[in-house]
């Protein structure tokens, strides 16, 4: 297995370099006769688009997808859902001075371990250039989970270590940084400005949540819905942590704390994260990533050549300051991709994808 697919009956392939002729997915086991268009598609790349924000490159890719297989008259045919999006702005030559070097941060050494080979023009195959196959595959299972009457948002819940308040999705598309809650923006500007400045990046939380999950969701023992979410981010590049519910903080409070009540009317709180014993509950499910700083900066840093020889860098050109919120979208790909191969592999099987099911639920609040 070469791992670049992801899921089971809902399934993607991705290919594509970063300074290659273009990048895509194949998208299979999607069923018929849903209502897809290159619109639908355009409107989650558009949201992880280059030049698109303070913290973004200023890499000018107009990322516009194409449908080559799988959609007839603006509907799924149930066959290959192949998409095209052409790299239209890519300049290897930038890349050129590190040709021989390994860049702190950066998969360079890791690849050249594996395969005795690769591709230094922008990361190639480990660039974040190859999420937008993500991203256009994402979009068509979110047609899926809209047939089912669920929702998928991504926002900004930290960067750089301004933290949000409060929670008003409203105000997710409302500012540059993805932010629900409007009095953190001005200080994430600072923090963005602060660290461009410096040549420096940032990192942060990206929060996922999806509404409307049907209760039954998940595989025992090892496909549980909640470790299939957390690879399926895990595998982004520069996620490099992801906790559910509650995550981390279970492990500081007692169980008579973490337990969520079940009352008449759903559950009294959401530790669980929406998850339990890796099925679904029927609650909100809600998830965190934590996303590495961008390792491409101007400040310098030390490292080795081809030869093992000490060297010093600084890494200029186009690069992102943060991959907030940039890479939002992205995990809420992922998380729509688990949602849907989930929800197809519940109803090959002896369970129910309604809430109203065989099963007593206390989700749906």
């Known amino acids: 297995m070469a791992g670049n697919s992801f899921g089971q009956l809902f399934r993607i392939t991705t290919w594509g370099e970063s300074h290659g002729p273009a990048v895509g997915v194949i998208v299979d086991g999607c069923p018929a006769r849903l209502e897809l268009s290159e619109r639908t598609i355009q409107q989650m790349l558009d949201r992880r688009r280059p030049g698109s924000g303070p913290t973004s490159t200023t890499r000018g890719e107009g990322d516009r997808a194409r449908i080559l ?22 300049k290897p030559a930038a890349y050129a001075p590190y040709a021989d070097l390994f860049r702190p941060g950066h998969g360079d050494i890791t690849y050249q371990a594996k395969y005795g080979i690769r591709d230094w023009r922008g990361g190639g195959r480990s660039s974040a250039r190859e999420t937008v196959g993500r991203v256009a595959g994402g979009a068509v299972a979110g047609v899926l989970l809209k047939h089912f009457d669920v ?83 895990m595998s982004i590049g ?41 099925i679904s509950n029927g609650d909100q499910i809600v998830i965190r990533a934590a996303v590495k700083p961008i390792p491409s900066i101007r400040r310098v840093q030390r490292t080795i050549d081809a030869k093992g020889q000490a060297r010093e860098l600084s890494v200029t050109g186009r690069h992102d300051v943060a991959a907030i919120p940039r890479i939002n979208v992205v995990c ?19 369970g129910s994808v309604s809430n109203r099911g065989d099963q007593p639920t206390a989700g749906g609040k």
């Open 151 to 233: 929702r998928v948002i991504a926002y900004t819940r930290d960067l750089g270590g301004v933290r949000i308040q409060g929670v008003d999705l409203e105000s997710v598309d409302r500012n540059p940084f993805g932010s629900p809650d409007p009095g953190s923006v001005p200080l994430m500007a600072e923090r963005v400005a602060s660290a461009k400045k410096q040549g420096d990046s940032i990192g942060g939380v990206v929060e996922i949540v999806a509404n409307g999950v049907p209760a039954g969701l998940g595989e025992p023992v090892f496909d549980k819905l909640d470790a299939d979410l957390a690879k399926g981010l």
């Open 238 to 278: 520069a996620v490099k942590g992801v906790e559910i519910g509650s995550g981390f903080k279970a492990a500081s409070i007692p169980g008579s704390e973490h337990n969520d009540p079940i009352t008449e009317k759903g559950y009294a709180s959401n530790h669980a994260g929406g998850i339990l014993a890796g």
């Open 332 to 350: 809420e790909a992922m998380v729509n991709l688990v949602l849907a191969d989930h929800l197809l592999r519940q109803r090959a099987g002896a």
């Open 69 to 90: 297989s799988g959609v007839f008259d603006d509907r799924t045919t149930g066959t290959p859902i192949a998409i095209l999006v052409e790299n239209r702005d890519a």
